[in-house]
């Protein structure tokens, strides 16, 4: 399978508290996007990072992409009970429109 | 961003019978949508990529008869699922390909009983 993983697969943390979530793929990407979904619902784009790109600031959000690790990480700051949420990473294969998506980390944070 | 819609948001259906799900690209063209199918608590998997005009191409292990794809304008897509099982009860998810990104629905929960 070219799906990518993430971990953790679950997080719980506090209100306040940062959350970080990796994300590994397995082919040579042009951009990698982490998309945020409510349960049962649709998905909310967060951000996109291309692979020229090594960090990217959006709000409360910091993403970074390494290719040589064929990585890439997503940093919530200051978390809120509204960031509970799954969150996905998803890259685009081989420089086709498709999307390729991880294998989701699940975020709880308690207020 | 741009809208996609999606009807129903949710249906559930006897085992045997057919289910159209539509998906809409409310304020932008799509020549190409995306189908994606999501099971409880895992990820997106891509069904198939839908073009406009011309026949859809589906992934490995997707069965095309079953799940039938038209995409017969710039802003409408349309799944049917054939034949349904249970085993196909689950979240189909579409997308239209934008100018630089895909923008998703908000899914149909599909229950087959």
Redesign the interface.
Known sequence: SQ?GEEDPQALSIQEGENATMNCSYKTSINNL?W?RQNS????V?LI?IRSNEREKHSGRLRVTLDTSKKSSSLLITASRAADTASY?CATDLNNT????????T?LQVFP | GAVVSQHPSWVICKSGTSVKIECRSLDFQATTMFWYRQFPKQSLMLMATSNEGSKATYEQGVEKDKFLINHASLTLSTLTVTSAHPEDSSFYICSGQGLYEQYFGPGTRLTVT
């Open positions: 799906q996007q998309y049962g619902r649709g998905l784009h996109l996905f429109d498709k999307l390729i998506f991880g294998t989701g699940r």
